[in-house]
């Protein structure tokens, strides 16, 4: 009796365990994705090896692919882009990073999760902050020639990123993430503003962290004012293979087909 109850414990135990390995791993890519790319492309249950997105740009029918390829973890490496000036590649042993044709030292922590990177003469470019649950909410980072700043914020339920908003001086962009009963992502909404100084301009824009509430610019609606995206084709992992997005008035503006590797 006393050996089934410790192999009864032992399984519940194993069980348990093997629950939050799952939770931590789907956390800390939703983290390297959300800093380093968009919540859209996150791997819905599985980690990729690779992903390669085709965008169709129907106005000037023009094509263009983005290749995402992430080590055995499903942590990004290496982003490549149509324009090769855009590359990003990152090397998380040497805690290193290249984007935008500059190199900068990567601030990790224990997970991998990306705290921050520095510039020449260690200058800081960019700080993350996570929450109590370990999700990334928040990034602050400057253009390390303009030196534009940027906020993004990033919202959770049950485990999936459900909005991401993009705070900079002069725009804001918010978007919203709208998930199945299987947690497959279907649906986005993205929102732009333009920030005035016009303090008599009603606000009817999202709220964000304190401090961003503290300026006295008032955000006001860009016209069109939303972009919607439809994703569609799930494959068996979840994640969609189809997707396209449209103006407030019903045009189909990009197409986009996503190829993946497990």
Not at 192 to 213: A, E, F, G, M
Request: charged fraction near 25%; charge should be neutral; proline fraction near 3%.
């Amino acid at each position: 009796m006393m050996k089934k109850l410790i192999l009864i414990c032992f399984i519940v135990i194993f069980f348990i365990a093997g629950c939050d390995k799952e939770k931590d791993t789907h956390t800390l890519i939703t983290n390297n994705y959300n800093s380093i790319l968009y919540p859209p492309l996150i791997p819905n249950k599985n980690p990729t090896v690779r992903q390669k997105i085709r965008k169709n740009l129907l106005a000037d029918n023009k094509i263009m692919n983005t290749m995402i390829e992430s080590n055995s973890d499903g942590f990004i490496e290496k982003v490549l882009f149509d324009d090769d000036t855009q590359n990003m590649n990152i090397d998380y042993n040497n805690k290193t990073m290249h984007f935008d044709r500059i190199d900068v030292t990567l601030q990790l922590n224990s997970n991998n999760d990306i705290l921050g990177y520095l510039y020449i003469n260690n200058e800081q470019l960019a700080s993350l902050s996570y929450n109590e649950l370990g999700q990334l909410i928040k990034l602050e980072d400057k253009h390390p020639q303009t030196r534009e700043k940027r906020q993004q914020f990033f919202v959770y339920y049950d485990g999936k990123t459900i909005e991401y908003i993009v705070f900079r001086e002069k725009y804001l962009n918010v978007n919203k993430f709208f998930y199945n009963q299987k947690g497959e992502l279907v649906e986005s909404i993205t929102e732009n503003y333009i920030i005035t100084n016009d303090k008599s301009k009603t606000d009817n824009s999202p709220k964000l962290d304190i401090n961003v509430k503290q300026s006295d610019r008032k955000p006001e609606n860009l016209k069109p004012n939303s972009v919607k995206c439809i994703y569609l084709n799930h494959n068996e992992y979840g994640d969609w293979t189809n997707a396209y997005c449209m103006k407030g008035n019903g045009v189909i503006l990009v197409v986009y087909t996503r190829e993946l590797e497990y």
